[in-house]
């Protein structure tokens, strides 16, 4: 009986000491990006007194960025013929992505949401409303959050760009 239990407590003891635990992988976080809405909030200098629009056209994206790898997807992309008009009421976006993180590598990413828009006045002359971004540590972004963007150009035309992160 005595040997029966030495035997088993060697047994036991070596069984622990040669398994080894399995590696625990980090959990996947996702990420999702969209693109929702665009409103003028300053038509001056239409030169019409009854254009309270402007004619908006451009690319608006966001990127991934973990560490030094940079993933780019864009939202939204029109040319001046296909240019949007843009009032000061809402003008509904469509444009989604999805990034997916590993959670090691939460702390070293950041989202950036960001656009390149320009507004044709007609007669082929165009005014350029500018490149604008805002960045975002993932760390940092917790639930849903609201990103604006806001476009401008000399003659005082503004527009804003309403982007949503949200962690899934």
Same mark, same amino acid.
Request: overall charge negative.
């Given at each position: ?77 029109? #040319? +001046? =013929?296909?240019?949007?008009?843009? /009032?000061?009421?809402?003008? %509904?976006?469509?444009?989604?992505? &999805? $990034? ?15 656009? #390149? +828009? =320009?507004?044709?006045?007609?007669? /082929?002359?165009?005014?350029? %409303?500018?490149?604008?971004?805002? &960045? $975002? ?32």
């Amino acid at each position: 009986m005595l040997l029966s239990i030495i035997v088993l407590t060697v047994f036991s003891c070596s069984k622990d000491e040669d398994e080894m635990e399995a590696p625990v992988k980090a959990e996947d976080i996702r990420f999702r990006v969209q693109l929702t809405k665009i409103k003028a909030t300053d038509t001056s200098g239409e030169g019409d007194a009854n254009n309270d629009k402007l004619e908006i056209f451009g690319e608006l994206s966001t990127y991934l960025t973990i560490g030094t790898t940079v993933d780019t997807k864009v939202l939204w992309s029109v #040319d +001046l =013929e296909n240019a949007i008009s843009v /009032g000061q009421n809402d003008s %509904q976006l469509t444009g989604e992505t &999805t $990034f997916t993180v590993s959670a090691d590598q939460l702390v070293n990413s950041s989202i950036t949401c960001a656009g #390149d +828009l =320009e507004e044709n006045d007609g007669g /082929g002359f165009v005014q350029d %409303q500018g490149e604008e971004s805002s &960045t $975002f540590s993932l760390g940092s972004i917790t639930g849903t959050q609201d990103i604006e963007l806001t476009f401008s150009e000399t003659s005082g035309q503004i527009s804003v760009v309403t982007f949503i992160i949200t962690r899934l």
